[in-house]
């Protein structure tokens, strides 16, 4: 395709001529002659441009549509993803609530029996030293009598806190 086939580039390529003879006749001393009206010139190449526009318009409008289409494609493979992220992060967290209540539940009849047998002040001491869930799942399966028994040689915070779990335990059963 040649340089000068497109009206403007032509119509530019004829100014930058021009302006180039006015300073080469400025430099021999004469004054430039004033450049004259394009209006003629123009307006043919405003009808060629709306033309090129119209031609144009439905390619356009077909890569933008692509490109919306590839960026769509793009969002939904990202959100995909992330899905699968979630989808991974609640099946380790459902693992984790599973293993916690294992652990709740591992307060089987023969542990408490044993901690039912003990001395309160030793009973105490250790279900002190334990987690306050697994703690409080152990007293609530004693009988209320050792129970309070053990809840007596605690300190009185740590107590309190085992006996209000404890109680919610019996609240949620209810």
């Known amino acids: 395709m040649p340089l000068v086939s497109h009206p403007r580039r032509r119509l530019a390529l004829v100014t930058l001529f021009a302006t180039l003879v006015g300073q080469a006749v400025a430099q021999d001393g004469r004054p430039p002659e004033p450049p004259k009206p394009k209006a003629a010139a123009e307006k043919p190449a405003e009808a060629d441009a709306a033309r090129y526009c119209a031609n144009v318009a439905p390619s356009i409008a077909e890569a933008r549509i692509a490109w919306q289409t590839k960026r769509l494609a793009e969002l939904d493979a990202q959100l ?26 591992a307060a089987t009849d023969e542990v408490v029996a044993i901690y ?23 007293l609530a399966r004693l009988k209320p009598g050792a129970a309070s028994a053990i809840l007596d040689e605690m300190e009185a915070d740590r107590a309190s806190r085992l006996a209000g779990l404890v109680a919610a335990r019996e609240d949620k059963k209810s």
Do not use: V, Y
Not at 80 to 105: G, H, P
């Open 80 to 105: 995909r993803q992330r899905i699968a992220d979630l989808e991974k992060a609640e099946a380790s967290a459902r693992e984790w609530i599973a293993k916690r209540d294992a652990l709740t539940k």
């Open 116 to 138: 039912g047998r003990m001395q309160p002040e030793n009973a105490a001491r250790q279900i002190a030293a334990m987690d306050e869930k697994m703690a409080a799942a152990i």
